[in-house]
């Protein structure tokens, strides 16, 4: 069954409810006719004419009663207006509004006028608890995307050490996928008006990444066009970590065709360098 947007699948809906959401559009698509047709749009005096020559009569203050949602429309006067809707449309679903979603509503209408007001109050707030879950899915993906992060970083440190021998370790794949994963939660703080948020969590786990990891991070950055986060989490990376570890990042980026990122990077932590008298 065809659904509209805004209108609760269950429960009662008042006079004005069901006004606002079949009687004016549909009453607004029959004045308008077919959408960019060179008909003019027609007055609400010449609607009330066309509804009486199909058999449906009503005088245009009852019309407008109708509008205001003030006076219940009998069933055959919403069935005429969405006939005369869809021919003036050419289409089936004039304000894409089905007769069978209308029929539907007209059925779960509530006269009275208390019971009314009630029902169309607890409609915004379904309306408004939609808009609250969406928001606490977002919030629900950027918690995952630090917890998997974190989840890495116990995996590492508990860790044994990798003898000098056998080379240094090598991030897995998991954690090099953790990595991509804050990143793209970070570039959503950022771009949901949470820049501290987001520079915060970068600042926090710039301590922990390998350099694998980090590159992973920053190749997000800069595949996505979040310049602020790429150049900030760079000037971090430069800062924050050993110079054995700033050049393989600025190896790493140059092999991945970023040079100009590389540099800045190495640039940044010559600076740091200077300016504290040695690499620390």
Not at 263 to 276: H, S, T
Request: glycine share 10%; with cysteine; charged share 25%.
């Amino acid at each position: 069954m065809q659904q509209v947007a805004g209108v609760a699948s269950a429960g009662g809906v008042g006079r004005k409810g069901f006004a606002t959401r079949y009687v004016k559009p549909l009453a607004r698509a029959a004045q308008e006719g077919p959408p960019g047709g060179t008909e003019r749009r027609i007055s609400q005096r010449r609607l009330v004419e066309m509804l009486g020559e199909r058999g449906c009569e009503v005088s245009p203050s009852a019309l407008t009663r109708y509008l205001n949602g003030e006076r219940r429309p009998e069933l055959d006067f919403v069935r005429g207006l969405h006939r005369l809707a869809a021919d003036r449309s050419g289409s089936p679903t004039p304000a894409g509004i089905g007769w069978d979603v209308v029929a539907e509503a007209y059925g779960r209408l509530v006269w009275c006028k208390n019971c009314a007001a009630l029902n169309d109050a607890v409609a915004v707030l379904r309306a408004e608890n939609q808009e609250r879950a969406t928001s606490l899915d977002a919030l629900a993906e950027e918690v995952a995307g630090l917890r998997t992060l974190a989840r890495a970083v116990r995996r590492r440190a508990a860790l044994a050490p990798v003898p000098p021998a056998e080379g240094d370790r090598r991030s897995e794949s998991s954690d090099i996928a953790a990595a991509r994963s804050f990143a793209a939660t970070t570039a959503e703080l950022h771009s949901s008006g949470r820049p501290e948020d987001a520079a915060a969590a970068l600042a926090d786990a710039v301590r922990f990444l390998t350099s694998e990891e980090a590159v992973a991070a920053l190749e997000f950055l800069h595949s996505g066009r979040h310049t602020q986060l790429e150049e900030s989490f760079g000037h971090m990376v430069a800062r924050e970590r050993s110079a054995g570890t700033v050049i393989e990042v600025a190896v790493e980026l140059k092999e991945r065709r970023m040079a100009a990122l590389a540099d800045a990077i190495l640039k940044a932590a010559a600076v740091g360098a200077a300016v504290r008298g040695g690499w620390g």
